[in-house]
């Protein structure tokens, strides 16, 4: 699960032009992050950085996987004392 959304997020803030220079394309990041808000199921090719390591998921699996990490942090969370 760490490791899909370790990929997403270097498809989507991690972006090269043709000459493979870093480039960042906000157009890219906003309908990504509001796919992956919506769970759409589109599906998205995420590639290792080595190219070694293909991954075909849907913006709905990433989702997925975000909120299940989210709970397990939650889940292992210390309470903050109240200061009443």
């Avoid at 759409?40 to 290792?48: G, P």
């Avoid at 075909?56 to 109240?82: H, M």
Wanted: charged letters at 25%.
């Amino acid at each position: 699960d760490c490791y899909i959304l370790k990929l997403f997020r270097d498809f989507v803030f991690h972006q090269a032009d043709g000459a493979g220079r870093p480039a960042m394309d906000a157009g890219h990041v906003v309908s990504s992050l509001n796919k992956l808000d919506a769970a759409d199921e589109e599906k998205i090719v995420l590639t290792s950085r080595d190219g070694k390591n293909v991954l075909v998921v849907s913006f709905a699996d990433v989702a997925w996987c975000l909120e299940k990490a989210y709970q397990e942090l939650c889940s292992n969370s210390v309470p903050i004392p109240s200061m009443t």
